[in-house]
């Protein structure tokens, strides 16, 4: 029988070492795998807001959000995140290691950490393109979208994030800014981004009288919609533990480098959704805001996650998620036509979630003799990122109209996106219910009807 070896110091240290790397990796392996669960919630919630003949088209462009920003991250986007944490002036050797034809960005045995952060953040940017599709949907073009959203998705909130959420951002280094979860650098960029295209797109035929009031457009599928935010809830678990930092052999640190643990992250997710839940129910007594108002807890929380006591947590996602409705409204009056309430959710919640965390949070030391966190601090931050969503997303979509590819026309709306840019049908009941015309051609298509009615009080 052939003698066992014991194993030296430094061979049990080295399997240590492994078994902590192979941890890290496995970690944020299902982080991306729940981040995924964001998306198809997107698609599922876009498409139940969707009137019946524009369902697909609402389903088709989260799908291609997706297929285009994760190679576009892959070409560019990585690149940006890891080079421009000064500002705008890159830095040559962090961007030049970040490019597609770089060891690091392929299959290389002795790199098990560059592949799945990548992976994470591409799952972040796609986030971005998912936020703004909901927005647009019913009207604009899918080419004019698929642009906006590799801009936005594979460049400026990458920017964001290089100034915000980069151990070395100029905006932590120089300002203290403080968004372990990205309510900034994700959320507000796409938030303010997408209010500026809506800006430029208009509003859905119908949803405006010539006397300045608003008309509901009622989405099918109600329980398709709660359903698919609830299905980005279970997400955002993903999301954020893509937000901490595994640490092998020592304890989590955040972002930017300060000790945390999961502990905190699950305390703080869970009262800020709970929060949000029932604060827009006050304000509404609707399933869909209701659902949209955890959403909103949980983004209005992101800043502190880290920091924040669980009943403060609470109160926070409560808070703003009851006013998310209202900020809503004040759209519609201006006659602005955010068909699921994309700015109020995700850019309104992202800033009240940092301006307030600048109140509860002022004071409190960073690492590495980084300015403490102050009010100032997240309110600058909170308008940097603003800026950097709104500016170039209302910049872009002028472009777009001008050029006359933004929206689709009058005619092809008033059939339907499904008809005229997937083109396919979403049920098979749709004659049924909706009955058939004739085209000049003599050939037969679906017609479909579609209702409005005055808006309710929210």
């Known amino acids: 029988m052939e003698e066992q070896k014991t194993p030296t110091l430094e061979e049990l240290q080295s399997l240590i070492e492994m078994t902590n790397t192979l941890n890290m990796e496995i970690f944020y392996w299902w982080c991306i795998a729940l981040m995924i669960m964001i998306h198809a919630g997107f698609l599922s919630y876009e498409i139940g807001a969707s009137r019946l003949k524009n369902a697909l088209a609402a389903g088709v462009k989260n799908i291609l959000a997706f297929g285009f920003i994760v190679p576009t991250f892959f070409l560019f986007g990585w690149a940006i995140y890891n080079a421009f944490p000064d500002g705008l002036v890159p830095r040559m050797d962090a961007l030049m290691n970040a490019m597609p034809w770089s060891q690091a960005m392929g299959p290389n045995i002795k790199d098990n950490a560059t592949g799945i952060f990548w992976g994470a953040f591409a799952l972040f940017a796609a986030t971005t393109g998912s936020i703004l599709s909901g927005a647009i949907i019913e009207r604009a073009r899918m080419s004019a979208f698929i642009v906006m959203t590799i801009l936005l998705g594979s460049v400026l909130w990458l920017f964001g994030a290089a100034w915000g959420w980069h151990p070395?951002?100029?905006?932590?280094?120089?300002?203290?800014?403080?968004?372990?979860?990205?309510?900034?650098?994700?959320?507000?960029?796409?938030?303010?981004?997408?209010?500026?295209?809506?800006?430029?797109?208009?509003?859905?035929?119908?949803?405006?009288?010539?006397?300045?009031?608003?008309?509901?457009?009622?989405?099918?599928?109600?329980?398709?919609?709660?359903?698919?935010?609830?299905?980005?809830?279970?997400?955002?678990?993903?999301?954020?533990?893509?937000?901490?930092?595994?640490?092998?052999?020592?304890?989590?640190?955040?972002?930017?480098?300060?000790?945390?643990?999961?502990?905190?992250?699950?305390?703080?997710?869970?009262?800020?959704?709970?929060?949000?839940?029932?604060?827009?129910?006050?304000?509404?007594?609707?399933p869909y805001w209701m659902m949209s108002g955890g959403l909103v807890g949980i983004i209005s929380v992101a800043p502190g996650l880290d920091l924040y006591h669980p009943g403060l947590a609470y109160l926070i996602g409560m808070g703003v998620a009851a006013m998310a409705p209202l900020v809503n409204n004040l759209l519609l009056k201006f006659r602005l036509d955010d068909a699921v309430g994309a700015f109020a959710v995700h850019g309104f919640g992202g800033f009240a979630g940092l301006v307030v965390s600048g109140v509860f949070l002022a004071g409190y030391p960073n690492v590495n003799g980084m300015p403490e966190i102050s009010f100032l601090g997240q309110l600058g931050g909170a308008l940097v990122m603003a800026s950097l969503g709104f500016i170039p997303g209302y910049l872009i979509s002028y472009a777009l109209k001008k050029a006359g590819v933004l929206r689709v026309p009058a005619h092809a709306e008033e059939r339907g996106l499904d008809l005229t840019e997937v083109p396919a049908q979403a049920y098979p009941e749709w004659t049924a219910i909706y009955g058939e015309t004739v085209k000049p051609n003599g050939s037969v298509e679906a017609t479909l009807v579609v209702d409005s009615k005055p808006a309710s009080a929210q």
């Open 168 to 286: 070395e951002g100029w905006l932590t280094v120089q300002w203290g800014y403080h968004d372990v979860g990205a309510a900034g650098v994700v959320h507000m960029i796409a938030g303010f981004f997408a209010l500026a295209v809506v800006i430029n797109l208009g509003a859905r035929i119908g949803r405006f009288n010539p006397d300045g009031s608003a008309n509901a457009i009622v989405g099918h599928s109600m329980p398709m919609s709660v359903v698919g935010l609830m299905m980005i809830i279970v997400g955002f678990f993903g999301f954020l533990g893509g937000c901490i930092i595994y640490s092998s052999g020592a304890q989590w640190i955040n972002i930017y480098g300060a000790p945390t643990t999961l502990s905190a992250f699950a305390f703080n997710t869970l009262m800020g959704f709970a929060g949000g839940l029932i604060g827009a129910y006050l304000t509404t007594r609707e």
